[in-house]
């Protein structure tokens, strides 16, 4: 480990580059990956970074499925190490590392995401997955056991589970002032903070009203 951190080191201490070209490569040329010249130092780089600086291939030309992680990783690699100027790559690839994020992640309603991925190749790659539930959306069961369910996202086990909550009978009390009041203190409302239970849910139904196909105005407790 102590032998890697020196290598690092030595990358990161390396003077910039003099730009000696209007291509911007620092070196005129345009045909793909280099390592810099001017660093003589080891340069610390992954198996694939390798594969294109030997074989002096432009980034854009990586075979990895768009948006996968070995895809997103190559980018993060390459920024890496161009913005320390231990390579050199073409016109093209420096626009992509210099203008966008293409390789890192930001965070999007919770949930962590590549940058600078277009929304259509996000979506298609997620209608693609099994896993295409809308969360925290009660909706009517047909299952028979309740009359609502909801998908939840554990935050322990960070797995999609499902609740299924009510009765029949809970939605002619909602537009009851008294028969909500009545509610909330038997089932302790306020109390309920745990997503993954029935009685969270429960003790929210007039809240989602609109999505259950009820006429409520209220939005809070019962």
Known sequence: MSRLRNLIKEVLSTPPKEKDCDCGCGGCNDNGTTLNENINKRVVMTENMQYHVQNQLPLTENTFRYGS???LDLWSEARYLYVRDAINVNELDQEILAETNLGEYGIFEGEKVPLD??????????TKKKNTKKLNKPMRDSSGGKAYKVYVKDPKTKKIKTVRFGSGGLRAKINDKKARNA????????????KTKAGYWSCRLPRYAKLLGLKSSFGGFW
Do not use: I
Not at 183 to 194: E, G, I, N, S, V
């Open 117 to 126: 991925l277009p929304m259509e190749e996000l979506l298609n790659e997620a």
């Open 69 to 71: 992680k070995a895809f």
């Open 183 to 194: 509610f909330a203190a038997r089932h302790k409302c306020a109390q309920k903070k745990d």
